[in-house]
């Protein structure tokens, strides 16, 4: 559980997100591939699907997606 100064994780994300990618430049581009992130869902479980908190993490996740994915 993150404390609550890490909530959301908009940190964990980007870090995620980055590890993620660093690792598809390294190997074989999958046919499919998988990739959990502890948010939204923390934010989710928290505050519910339509809070305006889990609406902007869920934005930045796919934020950071984007950056990367140009």
Not at 3 to 18: G, K, L, M, N, W
Not at 49 to 58: G, I, M, S
Not at 59 to 70: I, P
């Amino acid at each position: 559980m993150l404390s609550p100064d890490q909530r959301p994780a908009r940190a964990t994300i980007e870090h995620v997100v980055d590890l993620f990618f660093s690792f598809l430049k390294k190997e074989a581009l999958p046919e499919v591939s998988l990739l959990w992130i502890s948010e939204p869902d923390i934010a989710y479980h928290k505050c519910g699907l339509q809070h305006p908190t889990a609406r902007e993490v869920l934005h930045e996740v796919d934020r950071q997606f984007g950056l990367r994915a140009k």
